[in-house]
């Protein structure tokens, strides 16, 4: 392939770019072994011989680590070649650019599979593994299935009712559950069967062909789904779950912190942003937060993406550092000539092959489009669109399978929410997409029929620092001053994570109880007069103040007003405090001191016609006690006989005779 080693220099700054060489690798690898030597940053334009090189650097000493771009069929084989020298330094910055560790947990599993079919292809299934693992045969009934001549594993009959659980840690409940008996003849006899049993099991290999025991069944790690009739999908199950013994490492793919969740309030549900989007059912509520099951998580970060306060935040890998290399990636882009800048985002199962194939049998990737790869297409999140038109792109596409292993509603919900922003600054439509095929041809039509279209006149290169809400609120800003049409204030849709919170102030009473439920400190109040403030800025729309308000006064707004950075909190009603009239301390709103003695003056009969009792409701609450003390004040109504009891009599007629006695 051509390398503009000219146009990798340009952008690549401070930089040593090596001439290009014919085969580093095999012939030129001494060239590569010197170079390694050197701990300085190194950067290999080759992932195919990626093993190779990284021996070759471990024989010569280098302990550095060494970072590996694909140079060649995303860039190099293509019609556009020669000019994709800033395509190519590009990949190479971004591809320099470091990423913090991921951290896992261990799944182990100790080799006990459940095989659940509906004929004799399930216990030929147990023969296969029998000698690698510990195997049990659950049958649908009716089970009619050949004895085995020897019995080298338990089979049963049974529907299974439920499922639960992860690789290494399964509960599956049966009903029908029989199991064989020992005397069968021509067809597998069972005895007596019941209903709830359950099994304990580490793998689960279904081919029942009946619907998935889990939800996004590819999703969850240990269960195996293959199709009875397609005998190839069989035994790529069975090789599998032959494999799965042992201790395995699965990356911790979301961070959660508890205090930020805005789930529920007092009992009362605010937003399910994650709830209504796992697609595996790794979240459910657990309190005043939610609780996310590492085990089961399979990864997509649709939950960490649609989180509006940031309490579940995508480990792999962080905002932050994602954002630093789409950085790197444009402002190389852009410093080395580059124009037009079109952003593939992919993952790497379905995306890699696909340009790959592309390269390999078509005109490759054209030379303003720069494939960007992630764990899950569907981690994307509102900050790094935004932070990618702040950094000067034209254009986003997010390559999807044509039939997406699980549901990517997520994803649908950041673009339909990045639509108006892009277009309320001017930005104009049709800059984001995706492309849903498995067709490499299709790809790249869909690719060079993207316009050209104008990048931001005054291009951002911000470092982002800090949590993903703060991430998102720096990248908004900078595509704010980036944007050909800057405006104040843009609406957005429903559920939208910013927003305004608008109070009927005729019928607040103040009570304060929207500021108790509020998770994120956007309504507030003041300790020295009674006020109802709010900070838009911390806002993130949801909805428990509105649940929680008594009078129902609360609305939300959704919509993003660039100035509420700098505007700190507005006050959304104010009243004179009512102080108390034996003590002069205010205790209460003004308003509604005055309304509720207007309500229990004629009406209560506690208050009715008892000026005394009223004044109560005037005072403090330290005055209210003395008062009642004071003055023996009966909570229940008028003043009433004092009970008499034995003791009372006895000590009258005492006193009586005592009375009666002479000289008494």
């Not at 882009?333 to 592309?358: N, Q």
Request: net charge neutral.
């Amino acid at each position: 392939m051509r390398v503009d080693a000219d146009g990798v220099q340009r952008g690549c700054h401070g930089a040593h770019v090596a001439a290009a060489a014919h085969q580093l690798c095999r012939k030129e690898l001494e060239r590569f072994q010197a170079t390694a030597k050197d701990p300085t940053p190194l950067t290999v334009g080759c992932t195919q011989e990626a093993a190779s090189f990284a021996a070759a650097a471990a024989q010569v000493g280098r302990t550095a680590p060494l970072h590996f771009v694909n140079l060649r069929e995303t860039a190099g084989w293509s019609s556009d070649a020669a000019a994709a020298g800033p395509k190519m330094a590009a990949l190479l910055a971004a591809a320099a650019e470091p990423m913090p560790d991921t951290p896992c947990i261990a799944l182990e599993s100790g080799g006990v599979v459940l095989i659940y079919g509906r004929d004799e292809q399930a216990v030929e299934a147990g023969n296969l593994l029998k000698a690698h693992l510990d195997v049990t045969v659950l049958i649908k009934p009716p089970a009619g299935v050949a004895p085995p001549r020897i019995n080298e594993f338990p089979v049963a009959k049974g529907t299974i009712r439920s499922a639960r659980g992860h690789l290494g840690a399964f509960e599956i409940t049966v009903d029908d559950f029989a199991q064989a008996t020992p005397s069968s003849r021509g067809a597998l006899s069972f005895g007596p069967s019941r209903h709830g049993a359950v099994s304990r099991c580490d793998v689960v290999l279904d081919l029942s062909g009946g619907h998935s025991l889990f939800p996004a069944a590819d999703l969850r790690d240990g269960y195996l789904r293959a199709d009875p009739g397609d005998p190839a999908a069989v035994l790529r199950a069975v090789l599998k779950a032959r494999d799965l013994v042992g201790t395995f490492d699965k990356p911790r793919y979301i961070t959660f912190s508890e205090h930020l969740c805005a789930h529920s309030r007092s009992q009362i549900v605010g937003c399910t942003r994650c709830l209504d989007l796992c697609p595996a059912g790794a979240i459910a509520p657990a309190g005043d937060h939610v609780a996310i099951d590492a085990n089961i998580c399979a990864g997509c970060g649709q939950c960490a993406a649609a989180c509006p306060t940031g309490a579940a935040t995508y480990a792999l890998p962080p905002p932050d550092a994602l954002m630093r290399k789409l950085r790197a990636l444009l402002v190389t882009y852009r410093e080395a000539g580059g124009e037009h800048a079109v952003v593939l985002l992919h993952d790497d199962p379905h995306g890699a092959p696909l340009i790959d194939a592309l390269a390999r049998f078509g005109d490759g990737l054209p030379a303003h489009v720069l494939p960007f790869c992630v764990n899950e297409v569907t981690q994307v999140g509102l900050e790094a669109i935004a932070g990618l038109f702040a950094y000067g792109a034209s254009a986003v596409r997010l390559l999807l399978r044509a039939r997406p292993r699980h549901d990517v509603a997520g994803l649908t919900r950041t673009i339909a929410l990045a639509e108006p922003i892009l277009a309320g600054l001017g930005f104009g439509t049709g800059r984001i997409a995706t492309i849903e095929t498995d067709d490499p041809e299709w790809l790249g039509a869909a690719l060079r029929a993207i316009p050209a279209m104008a990048v931001a006149p005054r291009p951002a290169s911000f470092l982002p620092v800090g949590d993903t809400r703060g991430v998102l609120r720096l990248a908004l800003r900078q595509l704010h001053r980036a944007a050909p049409e800057p405006v104040d204030v843009v609406m957005l849709p429903a559920h939208a994570p910013f927003g305004a919170v608008e109070v009927d102030t005729a019928g607040c009473t103040l009570c304060l109880s929207c500021v108790s439920a509020c998770p994120t400190g956007a309504l507030t109040d003041d300790p020295q007069r009674p006020m109802l403030r709010f900070t838009e800025e911390a806002c993130v729309q949801c909805g428990l103040c509105k649940a929680t308000c008594p009078e129902k006064v609360i609305t939300l707004k959704p919509r993003l007003d660039f100035r509420a950075g700098s505007g700190g909190a507005r006050v959304l009603k104010e009243e004179i405090p009512y102080c108390c009239i034996r003590c002069g301390k205010p205790f209460g709103v003004k308003s509604t001191v005055e309304r509720v003695v207007a309500k229990l003056a004629d009406s209560h009969w506690m208050f009715k016609d008892s000026p005394e009792r009223l004044d109560l409701i005037r005072m403090c609450d330290d005055c209210r006690v003395a008062v009642v003390s004071e003055k023996d004040f009966d909570p229940y109504g008028p003043p009433r006989t004092t009970v008499r009891t034995t003791d009372d009599y006895l000590l009258e007629r005492d006193e009586r005779k005592s009375a009666e006695k002479p000289g008494g």
